[in-house]
């Protein structure tokens, strides 16, 4: 096929509801690791990898050569809920290599195969397992955009039309300031039968809020919360749709806060792949639910098990991954502070390799971005207003690679700062004559994080 032109076919046939490619404004051919390259030939650091689902990087060799060859065998593409041998070698390995090893005991349920569906599959056991309606969900919450999900979405721009009842909004950590104890705040009206706020079949919260702006809940907060869920007969729901399949380090967002969720919902990059696969894992006590009381059709995308599996073999069998994570997102850290010194109202945001810089203004946010990807790189906002601006690398991303990247935000940062900052009149040559100078925030220098030496372009493998 060729192109009309280069973009024109989307403009003329697409629908006016996409997003990303408004940004990102290039058609996009190839990719490999954590490089996607566009119809012109052009490459980019890919820092949005698929919005997280893309954790290991575009077209893992592995799991490549795994799924062309289950393909040519002629196996099982389409399975619905029927046995296959893939989904067996998915569930030993998701149970030997994840859930064993950190003493969890869960049945697994397939939904559909987005993180929406998921939700909405936890929302609703949640519902049948205690009898009650109501859910708890948090202020800046992104918890998928069909209709039972968006009831708990926090963003009023996905929040139009008719909206289902049944959720009730409380504040995430922080939300009110330090000030004011958000768990104390829930407790209370929890306990209060005249509070309005009925008994909650689950509170439904991620424990850093990816699209809601990196907000982080602590450890503590977190613990609380749980412990509140289970006072007031209520499950927990952890959603690990975006945190979790070692984005905040360890293979679940949770894994640190010694808690153990009653539910916990998992997609984008569970299938290792980028190929749509979603579940949500239940505490056995509460696997509920009658023979295809839940159902749909894509439950059971065996090419996603294929890779799956491989992603877990490849990456969890040890707790290596996680330190090479650890190590990643500590120069993530590195660069943010640096790049944070030229933005006045600029603060860092997120754990793991999950964070970004909140620029104070959607606008700033925006600018960046886009002079971002005009340098090659590809990168996102998220938060009320889209002023964070949202660090997502694929967490194999080759360390001179990461810093390449994290080197060109700082560019575009330093850069769209300079062009926007009023020309100060020097004193000395207060008419701006020659030899006069404007006043501009001090870049740091483009190996900050790497004293070692300059920062080359080309992937290693570490
Ligand atoms: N939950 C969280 C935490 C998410 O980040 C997302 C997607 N950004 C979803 C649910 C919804 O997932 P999907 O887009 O696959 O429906």
């Known amino acids: 096929m060729k192109f009309l032109s280069k973009t024109s076919v989307f403009h003329k046939l697409e629908s006016e509801v996409r997003g990303y490619c408004r940004r990102f404004d290039a058609v996009f051919t190839t990719a490999n690791g954590s490089i996607i390259r566009d119809i012109d030939g052009r490459e980019y650091i890919d820092f949005l990898a698929a919005c997280g689902a893309l954790n290991y990087g575009h077209n893992d060799p592995d799991m490549a050569a795994a799924l062309v060859t289950h393909i040519t065998a002629n196996g099982i593409a389409a399975g619905l809920d029927l046995f296959s041998a893939v989904k067996a070698e998915f569930l030993d390995r998701f149970n030997g290599l994840i859930l064993e090893p950190r003493g969890l005991d869960y049945r697994v349920q397939f939904t559909g195969p987005t993180g929406t569906n998921a939700v909405e599959a936890a929302m609703k056991l949640s519902r049948k397992v205690t009898g009650r309606t109501n859910i708890v969900a948090f202020t800046n919450s992104f918890h998928g955009v069909s209709m039972g999900a968006l009831a708990a979405t926090g963003n009023r721009h996905h929040r139009m039309g008719m909206l289902l009842p049944g959720v009730s909004r409380a504040p995430y950590e922080g939300y009110f ?8 705040y829930l407790d209370q ?14 509170i439904l919260l991620e424990t850093v809020q990816g ?4 907000n982080v809940a602590s450890r503590s907060w977190i613990q609380r919360m749980a412990a509140l869920a289970k006072a007031h007969g209520a ?10 399949c070692g984005r905040t380090g360890k293979f679940f967002s949770f894994e640190e806060m010694e808690i153990v969720p009653d539910l916990v919902v998992l997609s984008k990059s569970i299938s290792g792949f980028g190929l749509p696969m979603a579940i949500v894992l239940v505490k056995p006590e509460f696997d509920l639910w009658e023979p295809a009381e ?21 990456f969890w069998c040890d707790s290596r991954f996680s330190r090479r994570i650890a190590d990643r997102a500590s120069i993530v850290t590195t660069y943010l502070r640096h790049i944070s010194n030229l933005v006045p109202e600029a603060g860092l945001k997120g754990r793991g390799m999950l964070q970004g810089i909140s620029m104070g203004s959607g606008d700033l946010a925006d600018k960046i971005c886009r002079l971002c990807f005009k340098k090659g790189l590809m990168i996102e906002t998220a938060g009320a207003h889209d002023e964070v601006i949202k660090i997502m690398a694929p967490l194999t991303t080759p360390v001179n690679l990461l810093k390449k990247g994290l080197e060109i935000l700082q560019e575009a940062t330093s850069e769209v700062m300079r062009r926007s900052q009023p020309a100060t009149i020097d004193p000395i040559h207060p008419k701006g004559e020659e030899g006069g100078s404007l006043r501009v925030p001090e870049s740091i220098p483009a190996n900050a994080a790497e004293p070692g030496g300059p920062l080359r372009i080309t992937a290693s493998v570490d």
Do not use: C, W, Y
């Open 211 to 214: 699209e809601g702006g990196l």
């Open 235 to 244: 499950l927990l729901i952890i959603d690990d749709v975006q945190a979790g």
């Open 189 to 202: 009206l929890l306990s209060d039968p005249s509070s309005g706020i009925d008994l909650p079949a689950a």
């Open 294 to 314: 839940h159902n749909g059709t894509f439950r059971g995308n065996s090419h996603a098990f294929v890779t799956s599996r491989v992603a877990l073999e490849k």
């Open 177 to 184: 300031g330090p000030g004011l104890d958000t768990v104390g």
